[in-house]
């Protein structure tokens, strides 16, 4: 693929930053003003020399603004008509020419036209592709090389984060990813709200806290399928009826129909719709004069003075014939822009337009929007859902999973879920499609991560001492039945990781087992192996809080206990061998992070001069690094939401921990004020 193209320098803009900046400003219209990061932007497209662009920008961030100044800039530097517009769908290429006043095609149209009709760049035009992220990887491709070899400059505008093409996809994302220097907008400009500004960001990252000011707002509900979808609806018609622009949203199609066919008839009995004739639509809904509807199928040949049927327009039915065939009019236009669609047209390619999707509702903005969000749900649906809204975005978040075969919940359903621990799911749940690049790479860091390598770690470690342990178990006081019950049991890997912890506390393993063992008789245990762990972590934890053992634990990034003990020569190969990839790995994911400058760093505190413990420094950094790196955690804050195991509540006391410990070492105050860290081996002084 051909996307990283570069031009000649006579290509470039003719303009100086200073010239591009007096020129765009003097081009928009009265009042507006751009913000220092779309100024920057525009020179960074303007004079990069790139064949291929990029601009990125979540959602809110005035896009359209900085497009249409570097529309007027550019034409002022080459000639009026210079600049052209292509986007994914139909619907889109038509929102970027109303925006932008340039000639505008689909891409699918477009290359069409190209192999039929010669259609083509010239040299110095900027062609700009706008909804970029759900453009297939092929169309870019395509449309990128033809413009290259013209001399035609392109240049690619969306968002990595909102929703990507059906097609094969990831062509934008990789492209924004693998540059540095990529210009993106930072400042939300949508939002009535100062706060929901910074919120939305946050669910762009998929950060968890960005949850808890949506709450903190009352912006989100919780409840069951169908109390949650009646608030959202009941919500979006007061809003209706209050004259604000608003927009309802579900991502299951059927929940769509159900919310539609619910809209249309409370219209009906509101007199609202005219019901005496009505024609069927394809989705199972009916519609007749009054009522909503979207067109889901490009036809060129419907046209009107003004228009032509687009796929996800919108419509005001205001007459149905005999035949089947519909009048319609653009919605939200009193006058102009009507046409008939045929009876076939109508039958196969209309529905109703009260509810929509999020993927229809991507493009547009609103006063308000109303969510329903189910745990299936995407990081990217709900993300281009809840930046609908100038002044509101609420979320009515479904708590159960309604199986659509049978009343109530599934079996096996969470049944403490709340509407916090869905949106967290949501965000974890990530459905952007990658490019082939970008799923080996992920790949390889998933296999490469602290995650998978303690995981493999563990394994080895239970395969190599499973023998040791048992014969331990065999001895400490159980009855040889009880014994080798234990050794059965499915516990017995929790049983011997346990014991592995406490090892590498320094604990005598054969006097805290025996202890266990002569604490209380079995004769009720169903399991003998489940209440033995049981026991030894309750003994282990309260000596390890009282002190009794004062040399530092024998810890991997200060997270992951050690196997200690004998064992054969290619275990404890293997054992050493994973030991040292995972603390590489967590010193990579720190200084990635570090010279990222990632939020959650700040946490750490500056680390301290050589000499003055910076090496101690780095290793409590480390251990928070692979602390986020083993649960998968993103977001601003360096732990992350609470922990929801055993195993993960002790990392997260040992992540606190080695926090506390950076802080006091970045103050001065102290290397091991805390908890003196994991021995992290092969750790040189680095400077930051």
């Not at 990128?144 to 968002?159: E, F, I, N, Q």
């Not at 493009?363 to 709900?382: C, F």
């Amino acid at each position: 693929m051909g996307l990283n193209r570069t031009t000649s320098g006579a290509q470039r803009s003719q303009y100086s930053p200073a010239e591009l900046r007096a020129t765009a400003l003097a081009q928009l219209p009265n009042g507006v003003v751009l913000a220092d990061d779309q100024l920057a932007a525009l020179r960074a497209i303007a004079v990069s020399g790139r064949a291929v662009d990029v601009l990125v920008g979540p959602a809110g961030a005035g896009k359209t603004t900085a497009m249409n100044a570097l529309r007027h800039a550019w034409e002022a530097a080459h000639h009026t008509g210079s600049v052209v517009g292509l986007a994914p769908s139909a619907a889109a290429a038509q929102v970027l020419a109303e925006d932008l006043g340039i000639p505008t095609e689909n891409l699918a149209k477009w290359w069409q036209n190209h192999l039929d009709h010669g259609e083509t760049f010239h040299a110095g035009q900027l062609v700009i592709v706008d909804e970029a992220s759900l453009a297939g990887t092929l169309a870019l491709d395509r449309i990128t090389a033809v413009a290259a070899s013209a001399g035609a400059k392109v240049l690619l505008v969306g968002d990595y984060a909102q929703l990507h093409s059906v097609d094969a996809g990831g062509a934008f994302s990789m492209l924004v990813r693998s540059r540095a220097d990529a210009p993106e907008l930072v400042d939300v400009h949508r939002f009535t709200h100062e706060w929901e500004k910074t919120a939305s960001l946050g669910l762009r990252q998929g950060d968890p806290d960005s949850i808890d000011h949506y709450i903190a707002h009352a912006r989100v509900s919780g409840g069951d399928t169908e109390s949650m979808t009646d608030a959202a609806y009941t919500a979006w018609r007061a809003d209706s009826r209050a004259g604000r622009a608003t927009v309802l949203i579900s991502d299951s199609n059927e929940a769509v129909a159900l919310l539609n066919a619910r809209a249309r008839t409370e219209l009906i009995l509101e007199g609202r719709v005219d019901a005496v004739r009505e024609v069927a639509l394809h989705d199972g809904n009916r519609a007749a004069v009054g009522d909503t509807v979207i067109t889901r199928r490009n036809d060129r040949q419907l046209r009107s003075s003004r228009t032509w049927v687009r796929n996800g327009d919108r419509w005001t039915v205001t007459g149905v014939r005999q035949n089947g065939s519909v009048d319609v009019r653009r919605h939200g236009h009193r006058w102009g822009s009507a046409l008939r669609l045929p009876a076939d047209y109508v039958k196969h390619h209309l529905e109703l337009g009260y509810a929509v999707t999020s993927y229809r509702a991507q493009g547009i903005t609103t006063d308000t929007a109303h969510i329903v969000v189910t745990a299936s749900m995407t990081r990217e649906n709900l993300y281009v859902a809840m930046t609908r809204g100038r002044d509101a975005n609420t979320a009515h978040v479904a708590v159960d999973r309604p199986d659509v075969a049978h009343a109530g919940p599934r079996a096996g359903d969470d049944k403490d879920a709340t509407a916090r621990s869905v949106l967290c799911s949501v965000l974890q749940h990530v459905g952007a499609e990658q490019s082939s690049h970008e799923t080996i790479v992920a790949q390889q860091d998933t296999w490469g991560s602290v995650a998978q390598l303690a995981a493999e770690y563990e394994t080895i470690a239970a395969a190599a001492q499973h023998d040791r342990w048992a014969a331990l178990v065999r001895v400490i006081g159980l009855s040889p039945d009880q014994a080798e019950m234990a050794i059965g049991s499915s516990a017995f890997g929790v049983l011997t990781a346990e014991l592995r912890r406490a090892e590498a506390h320094h604990l005598d393993v054969k006097v805290v087992l025996a202890r266990a063992v002569a604490a209380r008789w079995f004769e009720d245990a169903e399991d003998v192996a489940a209440v033995l762990r049981s026991r030894i972590a309750t003994a282990a934890a309260r000596g390890v809080r009282a002190g009794r053992v004062r040399r530092t634990p024998r810890l991997i990034v200060g997270l992951i206990p050690e196997a200690i003990g004998p064992m054969t020569l290619e275990m404890r190969q293997a054992l050493d061998e994973r030991s040292d990839l995972i603390e590489a790995r967590a010193r990579a994911v720190l200084e990635e992070a570090l010279l990222a400058g990632e939020i959650w760093t700040r946490e750490l505190g500056a680390a301290p001069p050589p000499r003055s413990g910076e090496t101690a420094w780095r290793q409590h950094a480390c251990t928070v690094a692979a602390y986020r790196d083993r649960y998968a955690i993103v977001g601003a804050s360096a732990l992350g939401p609470p922990p929801q195991t055993v195993t993960h509540q002790r990392d997260t006391a040992r992540g606190r921990a080695a926090l506390n410990s950076a802080n006091r070492l970045a103050a001065g105050r102290g290397a091991f004020a805390t908890e003196r860290p994991g021995v992290i081996k092969g750790l040189p002084p680095m400077r930051i």
